[in-house]
């Protein structure tokens, strides 16, 4: 079998999982909207989030999936479930004010006898709506639930790991194009189009997955602004370019973000090089099993401020199996206050960038805790890319 | 000036029209969550939506734009207003459950005294968690005002139509790149890499955007589940392929789907063919001002029929500006009971498709309603595509 698959014996793990955190926190059923969570209990995989839907934990046997009914052709193809377990509701409640496909989730919860049952639901994840869960409330239980599926995916299994390093090959190859074909003059959507194009086909014999963020790609003053996309404007000598991508086999995520220059980089950028660089070492120093998020990121910052930089921001977080429009996990920060205890498994975007007044740095890594220290996904050098 | 430039003028009827409708609903103060409808008020434009941010209209004077303080940078170089219409919130509060963004902007609101103030909000539009609203809802009137502003978007201006046509160029060079690589054996992520490749090349001289949903390609039998995306098995002969994409010029959408067969098609295929393209001739024969959304709906279904085929979901809905996780506008919706008046300026995506046992067809047109009747965006044939 490819290591890549999942076994059911994983995915057996995962609901025993989410059952233990289910009891924890009080919960006979938990109703998980978002789509990651989906995918990770179930394997649905669709881009059907744009309406509601749902997985259904309930106390015992195999999750529901629910949703459009349409849309249910698609979960008979790829959930792990009997065919049984997947529910459609029909099209006339697709956005239609007069009446809310919550209404039919309420109904097959109660045909299962769980209508006065501790129901968990994520009032802060994705694609769950303030009126989804005004409409639940009406005859349900409600309790709020975020993050509690995510928390359980935080340490990755051989198998997601193995997807990761897919992944790795692929944002990799990805950089390589824009080393290949960036110039200036040249207009960005070209070079996006080359990235793009890079993405899907993959790398190392693995196909490229679409990731949970197109690549951002901003140039000069509009690199002060992380999460502006591209246009047509040409690309210019003496302005930074950031490229924040992506590299995806089957959902995994392998963030990685370069920084590119036309001709000698100004002293401001090689100074912010260096600082981010000694400050990513002593950071990278405390990512080791037994250490807390928070260590790698005071690391981070007090090397940062000895070179006269800081960063308000979080230096990190956990990555793996995402949906647009997110691929962090939402769960574990690397900043003060996270005392999250590293574990091996566990995945993250270790995310030094700087915002600069007239433009900006980005030299990242995608990281996994082993069970002696930290290992880097990706081999691409960790500088300034300076061309021309 | 580029005819697909929105001037000020342009902007500030957006303004009049959403205060209108707040004035109807009975709203002093409206809170706007979906990027969609943030971007049609203000200009910004950028992948922040992953974090709460919102655009506030108060009672008089320029909207604000409230977010992340790392998007506050981008929303600088993108929206219309003044500099002081621009709040960021620091990022302790970015997916920390010990506190909430949400609790700024009421903040900001009552810095205003607008704390006794109704205030609207997009219950069921994407990325208004809720979260979002129990936070909000603890010191504010709150009311739900999903869709106001969607509604106001539906009848496009002259500079959003050029957009339009833009992006249909855009979707006809997709289509043509398709039908010069795919071939039998292909695996499907490589055809999916030179499709992405060409939306953002662009067309016609315009560069192209990223799309709302992915290019959605089924094969065969997954070609009855309408929303799966691809991954890297090879294309065969005697399977229809789908391609449900869209041409995007910043971003607005022009979607466009088709069906591929290498060889001729099963006779069933022939039918349905034929079966669609008479439904839609007798569908858009009802395209007209002053006839109603469910006219098209209801000609369609009827001629349909009288092929023996039938279809449950609806054919079509209002397109136009947009931001993933979804290409349509969620107001009108070509189906039985949308009692819409046809206005010039709307604009469809004209979507009969028909799921099939053992797969499916889909020839879909991008329309706008003109004064005497409707065109079509694109000038594809509207046939299923045969080759080799």
Known sequence: MDSAEFTQAEYSDRLTAVRAAMAIAGLEVLVVSDPSNMAWITGYDGWSFYVHQAVIVGPSGAPLWWGREMDAAGALRTVWMPDDCVLGYDDTYVQNPQKHPMETLTQALAERGWQAAQV???????????????????????????????????????????????????????????????????????????????????????????????????????????????????????????????????????????????????????????????????ALQQARPGNLCEDIANAFNAALNKHGFSKDSRCGYSIGLSYPPDWGERTLSLRRGDKTVLTPGMCFHFMPALWLDDGGIEITEPLLITETGVEKFCTLPGSLFVQG
């Open 120 to 282: 968990g639901v994520e009032m802060d994840n994705y694609y769950y709506s303030a009126k989804a869960h005004a409409v639940l409330a009406k005859d349900l239980r409600l309790q709020d639930a975020t993050g509690l599926v995510n928390w359980q995916r935080a340490v990755k299994s051989a198998a997601e790991i193995e997807r990761m390093r897919r992944a790795a090959r692929i944002v990799e190859s990805m950089h390589q194009t824009i080393l290949d074909v960036a110039q200036p003059g040249l207009p960005k959507n070209i070079l996006v189009a080359e990235i793009l194009r890079s993405s899907a086909l993959g790398a190392g014999g693995h196909w490229g997955d679409y990731p949970a963020i197109v690549p951002l790609t901003p140039s000069g003053m509009d690199a002060t602004a992380p999460h502006l996309t591209w246009d047509d404007r040409p690309m210019q000598r003496g302005e930074a370019h950031f490229f924040e991508i992506a590299g995806v086999y089957r959902r995994y995520h392998c963030p990685q973000s370069r920084t590119l220059f036309f001709g000698e980089p100004p002293a401001q950028y090689r100074r912010a090089e260096e600082a981010v660089q000694e400050a990513s070492e002593a």
